[in-house]
């Protein structure tokens, strides 16, 4: 019998949204194997399960800051509970850091930690949020961040509640200069989480993987051999509209893709960023 615990089921039930017993029959097929108890559940068609997955339980926040429109800083910063994502001491930090991030221009959040804080150089990033944790009594963490300064740089926050601070934050850029586009652009990407920019960013194991799904999906259904091809393939397309950003079609106008919404404006969107707290 494979071993694993009501932790492992409570896990596998937020990351894909599949019933209990769906999740503990996924577990109990995979060995106790998290990853392939998602893939499992996949195929047997639970809802979402491709949408939800690698999800975790964090609170907290993200912040953006922009200077002007050329370069911007995208930041996530995780507490234990939501009452302590409500206090201005945590909302500020999170600002402090994003502004230091836009200043000093660390490679990666290890490096960040290590570096002078901006605004106590007798201090490193690293100390400032451990007295954050001290002074507020839970564990604070600087948990990702993406800055961009290579074209045109617009954010868009969002608020799941009224009284939280954003939870979902968007860091756009684009080729030229177009506020209207951007802001278009940077809330689409908010309401539909896109994973790629367009399908030739898919990397091609994902690909393959999808492709492989896929087919052990249409057996489990019974389709015919011959058909399976064509499934496949179909299949594997619905993965490119549903996941990259320019497939996607347009959250205010669903007869249009993202792709032709900034063909028509003659724009192009170089990258962007996602975060949303609670979701890798």
Do not use: W
Not at 69 to 95: H, I, M, P
Request: glycine letters at 6%; charged letters at 30%.
């Amino acid at each position: 019998m494979a071993e694993f615990t009501a932790a492992d089921v409570k896990r596998l039930r937020q990351t894909t949204g599949a019933g209990m017993m769906d999740c503990k029959n996924a577990l109990q097929e995979s060995g106790g194997n998290i990853d392939k108890a998602i893939e499992i559940l996949r195929v047997k068609g639970a809802k979402d399960v491709g949408k939800r997955e690698l999800r975790t339980a964090s609170n907290g926040l993200v912040a953006a800051v922009l200077d002007g429109t050329s370069a911007g800083v995208l930041l996530e910063v995780n507490c234990e509970t939501d009452f302590v994502a409500k206090t201005g001491a945590f909302q500020n930090l999170a600002a402090t850091v994003a502004a230091h991030i836009q200043a000093e221009q660390p490679s990666d959040v290890p490096a960040l930690l290590e570096q002078p804080f901006l605004g106590d150089k007798g201090k490193t990033v690293r100390q400032i949020i451990d007295e954050a944790n001290a002074t507020l009594g839970e564990k604070i963490e600087v948990r990702r961040f993406a800055s961009f300064a290579a074209g045109y740089v617009a954010s868009y926050l969002h608020k799941s509640s009224p009284d939280l601070p954003p939870t979902v934050g968007v860091l756009v850029e684009l080729d030229r200069e177009d506020p209207a586009v951007a802001k278009d652009i940077a809330q689409h990407i908010a309401a539909m989480n896109p994973r790629f920019l367009s399908r030739e960013d898919v990397p091609a194991d994902t690909v393959e993987n999808e492709r492989r799904l896929a087919e052990q999906m249409a057996r489990e259904e019974g389709k015919p051999d011959r058909a399976l091809p064509k499934i496949v393939e179909g299949r594997v397309h619905g993965f490119f509209k549903d996941f990259t950003l320019l497939e996607q079609a347009f959250v205010k106008d669903s007869k249009k893709t993202v792709r032709q919404v900034v063909s028509d404006a003659e724009v192009t969107v170089q990258r962007f960023a996602r975060f949303k707290v609670g979701q890798a």
